[in-house]
């Protein structure tokens, strides 16, 4: 339950950045496509992965954008598991000394 309201809140907020692109397209001041593409990765759809490949093939700076966050998703979930598997390890912490009795 908990994964799927996450999973909705998720889309909502990618499909209101989308719609926020498209407004603002035509405006000379803010642009519209970083709205998009950050729409466009945030939404879970069966056609994300053929537009992510299509803004990849068009953008260099897209490229960019999403190795790095990639590489950061990689370092968030490795940060994660190491803090979990030291979180189970009762002796982390233990500074004990060997009294010389």
């Known amino acids: 339950m908990k994964q799927a309201a996450k999973r909705l809140l998720k889309n909502l907020l990618g499909v209101f950045f989308i719609l926020v692109g498209i407004v603002f397209g035509p405006m000379p001041i803010v642009q519209g496509w970083p709205f998009i593409f950050l729409g466009v990765g945030m939404i879970e759809h069966p056609w994300k992965q053929a537009l992510h490949r299509r803004f990849a093939e068009k953008s260099r700076w897209y490229r960019?954008?999403?190795a790095m966050y990639l590489r950061t998703v990689r370092r968030m979930h490795h940060r994660r598991q190491t803090r979990r598997a030291a979180s189970r390890n009762p002796?982390?912490?233990?500074t004990t000394e060997v009294d010389p009795k």
């Open 91 to 94: 002796y982390r912490d233990a």
């Open 64 to 66: 960019r954008v999403s």
